[in-house]
């Protein structure tokens, strides 16, 4: 089993190239931290910096949005800056920071195998089933 924070953006992505978007990078990383997940939307001339949150249901901060702190925030500016400043064709994109917030529980009854599926917001991954709980565009 894959590590569950890495498996959240991994659906995570395959939930947002179904609607449209190109993944460029996935845990982009610079001295300053990582970013989880780096998307074009097709639709528009926007790049997304997207923070991705997968936790148990009936977890205690919010499906992780209390994780996205001031703190947070400001990382993840001075990421997207050294990403962009090391990126100079993506520099004249509008950009936006999405936190997608991902909520799991473990079934022993469903086994799906290695394919993920999804059906509206729920995924089901092996004896996972997952929901996207909030996906807050322009989150902050």
Known sequence: MKNIGKLGEEI?????INKGYDILYYRWRCLWGEIDLIAKDNNSKILAFIEVKTRQVNNWDGDGVFAVNESKQEKLFLTAETF????????????????ALLTYTQNSTINQGENFIISDNYITYQNYQFKIANYIKNAF
Not at 12 to 16: D, F, G, T
Not at 84 to 99: G, H, T
């Open 12 to 16: 995570i992505a395959q939930w947002l």
């Open 84 to 99: 962009l400043s090391e990126n100079l064709s993506l520099s004249n994109f509008n950009c936006r920071f999405d936190v």
